[in-house]
């Protein structure tokens, strides 16, 4: 197990809500990222975070933010859901010194 | 063109069978190389990095040509426990050490 653990594991919501999903990231690793997987394809990257400061942001509209709190487990929240946002949400835990990155187990969103 | 190309598959091949997997980035300022296995509905696993020297982990060898932007994945002896799909993975510290990831290429071993 990589001990980075994602909450909840699966999750249905309908378009137009907001969702909030939850990482804690492996002990020593102070550098978060959130990726998003559709069917099919490669993992997504959305941003990252370290030392609670975002450093790093993919090709997602503002309705995609997140936080990370002083012991680096993080948030990813969605505004305003779609349909498109449907997908796996991946979270990757490292150390700054360390180029490896360690995955949750994901969640999976389901947009109706 | 996608950041980081690979053949989607699927290979299905025999157990025993040597299978390699080839992957070609366009970024020419990536620094760090990965090669991830993912199981069906589950979270990709690193599986590998791969360095300018090529590296061997047991059945599997991992090359790098940065000259021609080029990584491959070569699995010997393919066990039925090896189908999944193989992410090529690479990552640039001009990029803060993001990790941009191709779609995957299949595998399938049969009996």
């Known amino acids: 197990e990589t001990g980075v653990t994602q909450s909840p594991t699966h999750l249905i919501k309908t378009r137009g809500q907001q969702v909030t999903l939850r990482c804690s990231s492996q002990s020593g690793h102070n550098t978060v990222s959130w990726y998003q997987q559709a069917l099919g394809q490669g993992p997504q990257f959305i941003f990252q975070y370290y030392r609670e400061e975002e450093n790093g942001r993919g090709n997602f509209p503002p309705r995609f933010s997140g936080l990370q709190f002083p012991n680096y487990s993080s948030e990813l929240n969605v505004n305003a859901l779609e349909l498109d946002d449907s997908a796996l949400y991946l979270c990757a835990s490292k150390s700054r010194a360390n180029t490896e990155a360690f995955f949750g187990q994901g969640t999976r969103l389901t947009v109706v | 063109r996608k950041e980081v190309e690979q053949d989607p598959g699927p290979f299905n091949v025999p157990e025993g069978a040597t299978v390699a997997f080839n992957c070609t980035y366009s970024?020419?300022?990536?620094?760090?190389f990965f090669w991830y296995r993912q199981d069906c509905r589950k979270e990709p696993k690193l599986l590998m990095s791969v360095y300018s020297s090529g590296n061997e982990d047991g059945r599997f060898t991992a090359q790098l040509n940065r000259a021609s932007q080029y990584i491959s994945l070569l699995i010997r002896d393919s066990k039925l426990s090896d189908s999944a799909t193989y992410l090529c993975?690479?990552?640039?510290?001009?990029?803060?050490?993001?990790?941009?990831f191709g779609t995957g290429t299949r595998l399938a071993v049969r009996p």
């Open positions: 993975v690479v990552s640039a510290k001009s990029s803060g050490d993001k990790l941009t």
């Open positions: 970024n020419s300022a990536s620094q760090s």
